[in-house]
């Protein structure tokens, strides 16, 4: 297997993984414990593929919900969909 084709088939696992809607799933549930659960896993896998932008979103939202801020955490959700989505548009692309 090529890098490219490597790099290609950790994108799209990224993208089945589903941390991200997990994320938005446990933030609409209320459910702090979770939410940062998958935060901290998303932030893992945004590290791992070098995706800085959602890598430094998805920090802030997990500091947030550690010091237990659940409204600033909420408030934070739209920074990570914004550089979710831009990661999924240029994969799909």
């Not at 994320?23 to 935060?39: P, R, T, W, Y």
């Not at 890598?55 to 500091?63: G, Y």
Request: hydrophobic share 50%; glycine share 6%; net charge negative.
């Amino acid at each position: 297997m090529g890098k490219e084709t490597m790099l290609e088939h950790f994108w799209q696992k990224f993208l089945a993984a589903s941390s991200y809607q997990k994320l938005v799933a446990s933030l609409q549930e209320g459910n702090a414990e979770k939410a940062l659960f998958d935060a901290h896993t998303l932030k893992g896998e945004a590290v791992t593929l070098g995706f800085t932008d959602l890598h430094a979103a998805v920090l802030h939202l997990e500091m947030l919900l550690r010091a237990g801020d659940w409204e600033e955490a909420v408030a934070r959700m739209p920074a990570v969909t914004s550089a979710y989505q831009r990661i999924q548009e240029v994969l799909q692309a």
